[in-house]
Every structure is written in structure tokens, then in C-alpha cells.
């Protein structure tokens, strides 16, 4: 088992940057794919991004890319993900999600069994 608990989210305005952080506790973290994913109201959640055990691995929701950066931080138990020129579409609760294998591609939530109580993020126009 491992615990997730998000941090970082908030109000910011169309352009601006916000990093999220997951802190992890329980097994060990470092061999765990972990990911991002966000969910609207009225939508479904949607896969962000992913980063493999090692760090080595990267992956990214098309939507995300070039704006978007996930990293780990191993010796902290923690993922980030850097949130730069934000836009209102941007706009949900982001989940922190773990899965008990060191490289993990798929970006269906349902395969992710842990998980963080979300933090919101608000980009206004």
C-alpha cells in the first residue's frame, strides 16, 4: 500500500505557472509508476501525465505537452509537475495516481490503484 497526498494547487491567471506535489508514504515509492490525471466537472478524468520508477520515462497527454513537466524526486518520496502557461481549459481538480510496476504506459485511470484527494487548479482568463 501507499498513501498520496497532493499539494500545490490554486487560483492563477491565463499565462501563469503552479507546481503540484505528490508525497508518498507506505511502500516504497521508488518503484512505482506514478501519474497525473484531472478531472473537470462534468467530464471524465483524463490521463496528464506519467513518469516511470527510474525518472527515465516520461509520458505525456498531448493537450500538456511543451507546457507540462513531470519529475520524481526519489530520496523525498515525491512527484512534481510543473505547470507553465497555463490555460482556463486547464482548469480541475488534479489527481495524483500510483501503480505497483516500474514502467507503466497506459494512460487509463482504471489501472492505477492508488490514488490522492485531488488539490484544485484554477486558471482565469
Known amino acids: 500500500q501507499v498513501q498520496l497526498v497532493e499539494s500545490g494547487g490554486g487560483l492563477v491567471q491565463a499565462g501563469g505557472s503552479l507546481r503540484l506535489s505528490c508525497a508518498a508514504s507506505?511502500?516504497?515509492?521508488?518503484?512505482?509508476?506514478t501519474a497525473w490525471f484531472r478531472q473537470a466537472p462534468g467530464k471524465e478524468r483524463e490521463f496528464v501525465a506519467a513518469?516511470?520508477?527510474?525518472?527515465?520515462?516520461?509520458d505525456y497527454a498531448d493537450s500538456v505537452k511543451g507546457r507540462f513537466t513531470i519529475s520524481r524526486d526519489n530520496a523525498k518520496n515525491t512527484v512534481y509537475l510543473q505547470m507553465n502557461s497555463l490555460k482556463p481549459e486547464d482548469t480541475a481538480v488534479y489527481y495524483c495516481a500510483a501503480r505497483d510496476e516500474p514502467y507503466y504506459s497506459g494512460s487509463n485511470y482504471r489501472n492505477y490503484p492508488y490514488w490522492g484527494q485531488g488539490t484544485q487548479v484554477t486558471v482565469s482568463s
Open positions: 513518469i516511470s520508477w527510474s525518472g527515465a520515462n516520461t
Open positions: 507506505g511502500r516504497t515509492f521508488s518503484v512505482y509508476t
